[in-house]
């Protein structure tokens, strides 16, 4: 038995409000038109975990297979579902671009400069165009090598569960690494959105719980079996998007707290300057 309790409407909710929670930070980024603050590679980590969710349910919804990301057979909730993983991908690009585009006076930008687009590219290149090569290249057996088209396939889905996955994973616990390290470097926030860490944190820790019922997976047909081993198949087949979320929402939450101490330990020093020649005289 497959179990799917979030209906449609739901969903709907859901996405408007995951694509809301991206506004504060485009907004602060296309007013203040630079991007001192926002860490290049903690967007980057992200975005490569957005590209992963879109591109993948797209290969699924494809090639007709049903089971992972996407249900069997398929239905609006999947189309749902597909829409939302396409408007965040363009939200976190969005996000990638500005901060690619607009100035900033960040320590060693320069080098991220040239390092994280070429990242991103090299990932596309390596692991997302393989997913559709098989669509765009002709059989050896002709239109309708099952045989042919089958195992390529497989092997997509092998290397994107065991592999991709996880470094997504990875990546999304990373992010919070590189945008702490470019906070405590910086006096101001500069183009982070505070507003933004704050929504997103809230609105990604729901999304994380809503997920899990968002996906099908047959839990009642590993009865009996290994819990850890059942785990690992629901994390390979569909339990990393809501853990990547559960991830996500982690750190924007962290983020959000670190700016408040940050900012409170930096009026602190200021204050202490300000005394100083008093307590000297």
């Keep these: 038995m ?7 409407w739901a969903r709907i909710v859901l996405l408007v409000l995951n694509w809301g929670s991206f506004i504060p930070q485009v907004r602060r980024l296309r007013r203040k038109r ?5 860490s290049l590679t903690y967007v980057l980590f992200n975005l490569i975990n957005a590209t992963e969710q879109f591109a993948f349910a797209t ?11 996407v249900g069997d057979p398929h239905s609006r909730g999947d189309q749902i579902n597909l829409v939302q993983f396409a408007g965040v991908f363009f939200l976190w690009s969005l996000i990638f671009v500005s901060s690619v585009r607009f100035p900033s ?8 400069l040239a390092i994280c687009p070429t990242i991103f590219i090299l990932y596309l290149l390596f692991a ?17 090598d099952a045989p042919y088209e089958g195992w390529i396939v497989s092997w997509a889905v092998l290397i994107h569960q065991s592999y991709l996955f996880p470094l997504t994973s990875v990546l999304c616990l990373a992010s919070l690494i590189t945008q702490m390290h470019l906070i405590h470097s910086r006096r101001r926030r500069g183009s982070l959105s505070f507003k933004g860490l704050g929504i997103q944190g809230t609105i990604f820790s729901i999304e994380a719980v809503g997920w899990v019922g968002r996906l099908a997976f047959p839990w009642d047909d590993f009865k009996g079996q290994p819990r850890l081993g059942v785990l690992i198949l629901w994390y390979q087949r569909v339990g990393w998007i809501p853990i990547n979320y559960a991830f996500m929402a982690l750190v924007q939450k962290a983020l959000f707290w670190m700016l408040i101490l940050h900012r409170l330990h ?5 204050q202490s300057r300000e005394r ?3 307590l000297g005289w």
């Design 128 to 144: 997302i165009v393989p997913l559709f090569l098989q669509r765009a290249t002709p059989s050896p057996g002709g239109p309708g």
């Design 34 to 38: 630079e991007s001192s603050g926002v």
């Design 266 to 270: 930096g009026n602190g020093r200021s």
């Design 105 to 112: 006076n960040d320590n060693l930008r320069g080098l991220k």
């Design 2 to 8: 497959i179990h799917r309790t979030v209906p449609n």
């Design 59 to 69: 290969f699924l919804t494809i090639n007709d297979l049903g089971g992972l990301l």
């Design 276 to 278: 100083r020649p008093l």
